[in-house]
């Protein structure tokens, strides 16, 4: 088992190669993309259910991380148009864009051309949004859509302490 090996030669705690079944690690999170066909929710409904899994809508915070995403996606052939939410919003402030519903700003983004455009009645809230290519859309948070959840402390989903 790669993990194993990787205990044996890290001095990191072991706990840090654990993710939960269903779930995809990237440096020391674990993400768990929720693409179930006819399950498309509210930017509400996907933040509680990543709550439920022990997690939150995924942040952002670097370009890697970024490029890991839309990775992935690009790997699930969704069709043209298809998104998943983000825990990006600006729903404190029109036009300031935080992680989760904390003051914590976006400080590195990779919006689409024309993004954020605030279409409609408004769009508060941050999807992976699948035109040519994946990129950051403001959407309105009551469109149903798929969504990310991550958590960043592998520990507490998994047995093994290390
Ligand atoms: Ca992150
Ligand atoms: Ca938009």
Redesign the pocket.
């Known amino acids: 088992m790669l993990c194993v090996f990787l205990i044996l030669l890290s001095t990191f705690s072991a706990a840090t190669c654990v993710c939960q079944d269903d779930w995809l690690r990237y440096h020391e999170s674990c993400y768990y993309f929720a693409d179930l066909p006819h399950h498309r929710v509210s930017w509400n409904q996907a933040m509680q259910e990543c709550t439920w899994k022990g997690s939150h809508l995924v942040t952002i915070e670097t370009e890697e991380e970024n490029n890991f995403l839309i990775r992935h996606l690009q790997q699930l052939h969704m069709d043209r148009g298809t998104q998943f939410w983000t825990n990006g919003n600006d729903l404190h402030y029109e036009g300031a864009w935080n992680w989760g519903l904390v003051r914590n700003p976006i400080t590195r983004a990779f919006w689409h051309n024309g993004?954020?455009?605030?279409?409609g009645t408004g769009?508060d809230c941050l999807s992976l949004h699948l035109v040519d290519y994946y990129a950051w859309?403001?959407?309105g948070c009551h469109e149903l859509v798929y969504f990310i959840c991550e958590t960043e402390d592998p520990a507490n989903s998994g047995s093994i302490i290390g």
């Open positions: 993004e954020p455009n605030s279409a769009e859309n403001d959407e």
